[in-house]
Every structure is written in structure tokens, then in C-alpha cells.
């Protein structure tokens, strides 16, 4: 009986060690994932979608031997996108659906909500943030380390200055840079492009290859303020010469920073032998701020509308995916996508199951961009924000905006179109040789950025509008008085022809669906409340979690009393079954 006894209690254990071989073997399988998100770029500042203005061959090498998404909305501004990227919900739920979180705000994206890395981790990837966060940092619980990242280097708040790393809100300001949850103090002032590159660069050089990594690097470019990096002026100087304007000028010596910083990851990616086992998304996280506040001088023409905007210059944020288990690459994608489908598109690649995520918005493409299945999406709902009362959903090819932000001001056409005659012509060859296109040569073979196939996918993702209003920036949105707009953003992707009197139907079913979905709107707070006991001042001239975690009660639901509660129950439940096999 006893000998039985002891023989049993190790087949469990022999058991379990299978079970924990099996998942091993499955870790193995799983790719690496890497999100290089860029910050308020423009659709019309990268060359693939058509602009001759400013060389970006490294992206548009990717873009071309992948797959260009060039349906892919966001959400008009930082904080609102990366908390739906990283959660797979759509901000209203969480009270994320307003403006971008200002230094020294007691908010954050609710500790309740469990993210992409989070669920990366719990299938053996090593999960590292390297640059924005913007997701609240008032308390400790709400930085990246305790939001499911095994390091993190990089900034709290929406931007820091590009030398000196520091951030100002108000009469506070401070230096924004940290390694973990320390300041990294002592940084060498280094343009901060090629510092998060630097560190990205360490992080593939010293991972172990057989772990699958998650490396999501949020660069600051080419966010405000406008500043370039002293390495390339020169040599930028005569390149940009055909820009007249010159800070538009500056703006594109950033943008090409991003285009060889992407080069050197996609290189360091094949050094390592990892690139044949990638995935490599590349997006902004929304529309380039063309005027206004953050102004970059970035151009989403053809579209109308700059970040901040419910029109296609705020939200079709430009986007490709590349990597060698998509079948059939080399295409344009005109299929909708939100910035929410990424958490169960990534989870699904990474070998997990979907059903595992719970109540999310996002809906999983991998079958879709993988195997050229189906796509799955056709609604979104693109945002409702009841402080400045407008909003938004896509139903197919049809779009109601309602409501007008800051009275019109950021709603017309406004940047660069890139094809004035003395640009010049777009060059292939730079594109062929840029180092994202040498590193897929050498350790995938050929890649199919052959001249003729990149004209005709650089075609596909051009947007004509043909009309010139596009060069004023005093044509007005047809809906600022009426404010209720339906277009038709197949046949009208710059939003010119308001057509709701003649779908009425159309208007119905997305009117439906906006109520719908208010229905599970969180409010955010009706006025921005700063918290002036944030002063760096107080902490070393840094911007630091200023509350403590015991003070603070999450505003949604969360406590931290209740959350150990429930992992102890699951602990002791885990704990009486394993006895109880034990003893049997
Ligand atoms: C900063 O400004 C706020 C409000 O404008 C004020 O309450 C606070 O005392 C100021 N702090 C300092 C250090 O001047
Ligand atoms: C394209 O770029 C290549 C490589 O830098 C250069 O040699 C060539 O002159 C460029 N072609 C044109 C038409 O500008
Ligand atoms: C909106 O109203 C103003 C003032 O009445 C008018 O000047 C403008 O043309 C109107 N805009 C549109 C798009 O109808
Ligand atoms: C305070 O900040 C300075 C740099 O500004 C740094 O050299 C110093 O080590 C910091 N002191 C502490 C106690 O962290």
C-alpha cells in the first residue's frame, strides 16, 4: 500500500515534468515578437505610401516584404492607443478614451486590466520595454515592471527633451529617464533615438535564443519638441535641400533617424540568428500633429485631420507587419484593422489560445495575415469621448464622425504632399540596399523587393484624392455645422462628401452601434487634475511615482487587498489538489 503510495505520488511528479517538457517544447516554437512603435508620424511621411520627399528605405523595405496595413486605425492620441494596444480593449472601457495623461495626473490604465506582456510571459517570453510608457505612473503599481515587463528602460510621461531627457508640466519639471524603477541618472546625453536603439540592440545581443522575446520598442520620435541629431546634420543638410520649410526640414532628418534605427534592429535581428524567427510590426500610434499643440510638422495628406482628430489623419496610422511565417507576403492590406487586435493577433501567434483573454474589442488576424484566411474585422468603433463630445465607428466602408473638436481647428488638410515636381524620383535602389532589405537577403533569401513589384504595392497604398482643396488648410470639414458626417472612406478617403441623407440605413446601424457602446463608457474625469505634490523638486529633480500604493484604490474596482486574496485562494486550491494526488 505504501510502496503504491510513493509510486503514484511520482507518477504526478513524472507527469508534471512531461506536461512541463511539452510546454517547453511549445516555447521554443514561439516567435519572437517585436513592436516598433513610432510616435506621431504622419501617413504621408514614409515613402511606401507614396511621398518622394523624405527616403525611408529601411521601412518601406519591411513594409514591402510584408504585408502593408493600410487600413489600420488608431486612436487619435498616445495614451489612448497604447492603452488599447496593449490591453486589446477599446479605451472607453477603461476611462482611457480623453486626452494623453499630463505629468504630475493621479490616472493611470487601471491595475485590473492584465496586458500583452503579461500573457506573453505566462508562455516563456522575456518581455522588455524600451522608450514611452504614458500609461500612468503615480504609484509604483502602475509602472511597466509591475505591468508585466521584465525591464524596462525609457521615459513616464507623453515625451522628454531628445539631449537631456527631461519633461515639464506646468511650473514642474524634471528629468524622465529610468532604468527599472530607478532614474537612470548619469545616462551620457546622447540623441535619444540612437540611445533606445542602443539599448534595444543590447537587449537582442544579449538574449538567450532559445527563449522567445517580446521587445516592444516606443520610440520618442518623431514626437515635439523638434530637435536632430548632431551625428547626420550635415549630411541632412544638402539631403533635404528640395524641403523648403525648415522644420519640416528638422522633422525629416528625425524620420530618417527612425528609418536606420529600424535598419540596425532588423540587422542585429539576423546577426543573432532571430530574424528567421520573427515578427516585426512597425506603427505609429496615431496621425502626425501638423499645427497645434505638439506640432511636429509631420503630413497626413492626403487625409483631412492631424492627431487629436476623429478624420483619417488622426486614425489611419500608418503600418506593416513583416515576418516569414506570413504566407503570402509581399501585398497591401485593405482590410480593417484596430489597434486593439494586436493583443490577441500577437497572443494567437505566439501559440496562445484567444479564448484565454476574456472580454476584449481586439479581434485575432493571425489566420487572416498569416494564411491569407478571411479577414475577420468589420466594424470599429474609433472612439467616444464624452468630455469633448465627439465620436466615431466605422461600419464597412461607411464612417459617422459626430462632434467637433476645438471648433474645427485641426480638421482640414494641412502638410506636405511630397510630389512637387523638383522632389525627384523615388529611389529603388536605396530601398534594395537599405539594411533591412540586405539583413532578409542574407538569412532568408531573396527578397521580393524587386523594383516592379515595390511600383506596384507602392501604388496600392497611395491614397488619390482628386481634388485641390487638399493644398488649402482652409477648407472646412462638411460636417462643422451639422456636425454629423457619414463618408464613404472607400470611395472618399478624404472625407469630403457627407452622404448621410442618402444612406439612411447606413447612419441607423452606426448610430446603433455608438449607443451600444456607450452604454459601457467609463468617465474619465471631466477636468484635468494635476497633482502639484508630483514636483521632481521634491524627488531629485525627477519625475517619480509620488503615491504610495496603500493610499491609492483604484477608481475601477481594483485593490490591491483583494488581488492577493485571490491569488492565496488559488494557491491553496493548487496546493490541497496536488496533496489530495498525492495521497491516492
Ligand atoms: C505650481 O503651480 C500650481 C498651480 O498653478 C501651484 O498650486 C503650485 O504651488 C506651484 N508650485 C510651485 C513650487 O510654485
Ligand atoms: C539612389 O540611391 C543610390 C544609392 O545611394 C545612389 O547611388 C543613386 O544615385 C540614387 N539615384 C537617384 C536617381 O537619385
Ligand atoms: C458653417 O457655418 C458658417 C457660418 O454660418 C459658414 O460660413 C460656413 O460656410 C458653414 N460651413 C459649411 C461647411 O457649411
Ligand atoms: C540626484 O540626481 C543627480 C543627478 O541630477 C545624481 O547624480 C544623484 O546621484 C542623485 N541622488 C540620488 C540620491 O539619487
Given at each position: ?7 503514484c505520488?511520482?507518477?504526478?511528479l ?7 517538457k511539452?510546454i517547453n ?9 517585436i ?6 508620424l504622419?501617413w504621408?511621411d514614409?515613402g ?5 520627399q523624405?527616403?525611408t528605405p ?5 513594409a514591402?516584404n510584408g ?5 489600420h ?8 492607443t ?9 479605451p472607453?472601457r477603461?476611462g482611457m478614451?480623453g ?16 496586458l ?10 522575456s518581455?522588455r ?15 511597466p ?5 521584465d525591464s524596462?528602460f ?6 522628454i ?5 527631461r ?6 519639471s524634471?528629468f524622465?529617464?529610468?532604468r527599472?524603477?530607478?532614474p ?7 540623441y535619444?533615438?540612437?540611445?533606445l536603439t542602443?539599448e534595444a ?7 538567450d535564443?532559445?527563449?522567445?522575446l517580446?521587445l516592444?520598442?516606443?520610440h520618442l520620435?518623431?514626437h515635439a519638441p ?13 539631403k533635404f535641400?528640395?524641403i523648403?520649410d ?7 532628418e528625425m ?10 534592429i532588423?540587422?542585429?535581428l ?6 528567421k524567427?520573427?515578427i516585426?510590426l ?7 500633429p501638423?499645427?497645434?499643440k ?16 476623429l478624420?483619417?489623419?488622426?486614425l ?10 506570413l504566407q ?21 501567434a505566439?501559440?496562445g489560445n484567444?479564448q484565454?483573454l476574456?472580454?476584449i474589442?481586439?479581434?485575432d488576424h ?7 484566411e478571411k479577414a ?5 468603433l474609433?472612439?467616444i469621448?464624452?468630455v469633448?463630445?465627439?465620436?466615431a465607428a466605422?461600419n464597412k466602408r461607411?464612417k459617422?464622425v459626430r ?8 480638421d ?12 525627384g524620383?523615388?529611389n529603388y ?7 533591412v532589405?540586405t539583413a532578409?537577403?542574407a538569412?532568408?533569401?531573396?527578397p ?5 513589384v515595390m511600383?506596384?504595392?507602392r ?10 482643396l487638399?493644398?488649402s ?5 462638411p ?6 458626417c457619414l463618408?464613404?472612406i ?8 457627407n ?5 439612411p440605413?447606413?447612419?441607423r ?9 456607450g452604454n ?11 497633482d ?17 500604493p496603500?493610499?491609492?484604490e483604484d477608481q ?8 492577493i ?5 488559488i494557491?491553496?486550491v493548487?496546493?490541497v489538489?496536488?496533496h489530495?494526488y498525492?495521497?491516492?
Open positions: 500500500m505504501r510502496v503504491n503510495r510513493i509510486l505520488s511520482h507518477c504526478v513524472f507527469l508534471l515534468l512531461l506536461c512541463l511539452f517544447g511549445q516555447y521554443q516554437a514561439s516567435p519572437h515578437i513592436v516598433f512603435m513610432v510616435d506621431d504622419g504621408n514614409v511606401f505610401h507614396g511621398s518622394n523624405i527616403p529601411n521601412i518601406d523595405a519591411l514591402y504585408i502593408i496595413l493600410n487600413r486605425y488608431v486612436q487619435p492620441s498616445c495614451t489612448p497604447r492603452a488599447a494596444f496593449f490591453s486589446g480593449k477599446y472607453l477603461m478614451q486626452q494623453g495623461i499630463m505629468g504630475g495626473e493621479t490616472r493611470g490604465l487601471p491595475l485590473g486590466v492584465r500583452l506582456p503579461e500573457y506573453l510571459r505566462d508562455y516563456g517570453y518581455t520595454l524600451v522608450g514611452k510608457w504614458h500609461l500612468g505612473f503615480h504609484t509604483r503599481l502602475h509602472t515592471l509591475n505591468r508585466g515587463f524596462f525609457g521615459y513616464y510621461n507623453s515625451y527633451s531628445y539631449y537631456d531627457y519633461y515639464s508640466q506646468g511650473n514642474m524634471g524622465d529617464l529610468h527599472g524603477d530607478s537612470a541618472h548619469g545616462t551620457p546625453n546622447q535619444v533615438t540612437e540611445l542602443n540592440l543590447k537587449i537582442i545581443d544579449n538574449h535564443v532559445n527563449h522567445p517580446y516592444q520598442l516606443n520620435g518623431v523638434l530637435e536632430k541629431s548632431s551625428r547626420t546634420s550635415n549630411y541632412n543638410d544638402d535641400e528640395h523648403a525648415k522644420s519640416r526640414k528638422t522633422y525629416a524620420v530618417v533617424e527612425i528609418d536606420e534605427s529600424l535598419g540596425q532588423v540587422s542585429a539576423g546577426d543573432r540568428g532571430m530574424l524567427n520573427s516585426i512597425f506603427m505609429t500610434d496615431n496621425g502626425a501638423t499645427i497645434g505638439f506640432r511636429n510638422w509631420g503630413s497626413n495628406w492626403p487625409l483631412r485631420g492631424t492627431k487629436y482628430t478624420y483619417e489623419g488622426g489611419r496610422g500608418v503600418a506593416a507587419i513583416w515576418s516569414p511565417r503570402r507576403p509581399a501585398k497591401v492590406s485593405n482590410n480593417l484593422m484596430h489597434v486593439t487586435d494586436w493583443l490577441p493577433t500577437l497572443f494567437s505566439a501559440g484567444v484565454e476574456g472580454e474589442d481586439g479581434i493571425w489566420q487572416h495575415l498569416s494564411n491569407d475577420p474585422r468589420h466594424k470599429i474609433l472612439n469621448d464624452e469633448s463630445k465627439t465620436e466605422i461607411y459617422l462632434g467637433v473638436y476645438q471648433q474645427g481647428y485641426y482640414s488638410y494641412y502638410g506636405d504632399s511630397g510630389k512637387d515636381f523638383y522632389i524620383e523615388y535602389t536605396l530601398v534594395h540596399r537599405s539594411s532589405a532578409i537577403s538569412h532568408l533569401g531573396d521580393m523587393t524587386q523594383p516592379s511600383t506596384h504595392l501604388e496600392e497604398a497611395t491614397v488619390l484624392c482628386n481634388n485641390l487638399h493644398r488648410s482652409r477648407s472646412r470639414s460636417c462643422e455645422n451639422d456636425t454629423e463618408f464613404d472607400v470611395n472618399d478617403p478624404c472625407e469630403e462628401r452622404v448621410a441623407k442618402q444612406y440605413k447606413e447612419m446601424e452606426l448610430d446603433l452601434m455608438l449607443l451600444s457602446y459601457l463608457l467609463v468617465h474619465q474625469p471631466k477636468k484635468t487634475i494635476i502639484w505634490s508630483a514636483d521632481p523638486k521634491r524627488r531629485n529633480d525627477t519625475w517619480e511615482p509620488w503615491l504610495h496603500s493610499y491609492f475601477y474596482g481594483y485593490n490591491k487587498a483583494e488581488a486574496t485571490v491569488s492565496m485562494f494557491y491553496y493548487v496546493f489538489i496536488s489530495f498525492a495521497l491516492i
